[in-house]
Nanobody, 126 residues
């Protein structure tokens, strides 16, 4: 019973930063793992980052390791994606998702997630 709404996207120069937010409704938010995915024009949707129920475990795609940070504030029912050192290839629609799994590897699979936001556009260009 989760509804997700992303915000924070926009136009940024290469090397710049953005912070995406995903606001969730529902008291069961804290029991869900949360993930971020993205889809660029002409490409498949791909995994970006995920965070476990308590926020103690985080996982990242190789393409964003060292640049992006996922976090969550269960008291505020919000998950964040801090994006630093942005590159043009990061340009995509970014989606927030919520799901449940006991398999760590499943966090990178979109079929793990039961609820999805509508997405927010991130454009990295000079």
């Amino acid at each position: 019973q989760v509804q997700l709404v992303e915000s924070g996207g926009g136009l940024v120069q290469p090397g710049g930063s953005l912070r995406l937010s995903c606001a969730a409704s529902g008291r069961t938010f804290s029991s869900y793992a949360m993930g971020w995915f993205r889809q660029a024009p002409g490409k498949e949707r791909e995994f970006v980052a995920a965070i476990g129920w308590s926020g103690s475990s985080t996982y990242y795609a190789d393409s964003v390791k060292g640049r992006f940070t996922i976090s969550r504030d269960n008291a505020e029912n919000t998950v964040y994606l801090q994006m630093n050192s942005l590159k043009p290839e990061d340009t995509a629609v970014y989606y927030c998702a919520a799901g449940k799994t006991i398999i760590i590897a499943a966090l990178s699979r979109e079929r793990t997630y039961d609820y999805w936001g509508q997405g927010t556009q991130v454009t990295v260009s000079s």
